[in-house]
């Protein structure tokens, strides 16, 4: 059965700090793994992935895939209040998208 | 904003009731999913429709069945309402099958 994982469920940490997040994936004819923040709303998109080893970047976050390993890294630098959300990482092929479970981000002052 | 809209917003209601739920694509968007979020569950796809076709299932209950109209935009139906049932509902779309989706406001379901 699809299955996407995520790693850790939750993460606390303070204004400055770097953080990554995990994801991995099994997932049937596997096509695009995608990134998403949910804050108290719908999930905004942050990351399309499809081809290992090229990382995406937006100002602090950068994500990359590793096909090889089922995997995707999601980075954040110097970190700030407002990253404070839940995380998802979904991975499908052409039909249907598996989310995570999420990785809750909490960035203290 | 999105693009993607949803309504109503919320929606209270009763066991065993049925409700329909909406939501238009954004502009060109031929690809609309559903999917079901609860505290315990995390977001769990329901179905996909792509150009008025059905395209995906994912666990969907029997209960609750789903379109695609010919102008693009999708109604969820939730029958026979249970408690469990109760749940933040969004719809997300995306230009073409297996890209990158955008989600909609979401539909608060409250089923007491």
């Known amino acids: 059965e699809d299955k996407v994982v995520q790693s850790p469920l939750s993460l606390v940490v303070h204004e400055g700090d770097t953080v990554t997040l995990n994801c991995s994936y099994e997932?049937?004819?596997?096509?695009?793994l995608l990134w998403y923040k949910q804050e108290k709303k719908a999930p905004t998109f942050l990351f399309m992935l499809?081809?290992?080893?090229i990382e995406k970047k937006s100002g602090r976050l950068s994500s990359i895939l590793d096909k090889k390993e089922l995997s995707s890294i999601l980075n954040i630098t110097a970190t700030q209040t407002g990253d404070s959300a839940i995380y998802l990482c979904?991975?499908?092929?052409?039909?249907?998208?598996?989310f995570g479970a999420g990785t809750r981000l909490t960035v203290k002052p | 904003d999105s693009g993607v809209t949803q309504t109503p917003k919320h929606l209270i209601t009763a066991t065993g009731q049925r409700v329909t739920l909406r939501c238009s694509p954004r502009?060109?968007?031929?690809?609309v999913y559903w999917y079901q979020q609860s505290l315990d569950q995390g977001l769990q796809f329901l179905i996909q429709?792509?150009?008025?076709?059905?395209?995906a299932k994912g666990n969907i209950l029997e209960r609750f069945s789903a379109q695609q109209f010919p102008d693009l935009h999708s109604e969820l139906n939730l029958s026979s309402l249970e408690l469990g049932d109760s749940a933040l509902y969004f719809c997300?779309?995306?230009?073409?099958?297996?890209?990158?989706?955008?989600f909609g406001p979401g539909t608060r379901l409250t089923v007491t």
């Open positions: 429709y792509y150009n008025g076709e059905e395209r």
């Open positions: 502009s060109g968007d031929l690809s």
């Open positions: 499809t081809s290992s080893g």
């Open positions: 979904a991975a499908g092929n052409n039909n249907d998208m598996r």
């Open positions: 997932v049937t004819n596997f096509r695009s």
């Open positions: 997300a779309s995306s230009v073409k099958q297996g890209y990158e989706q955008y």
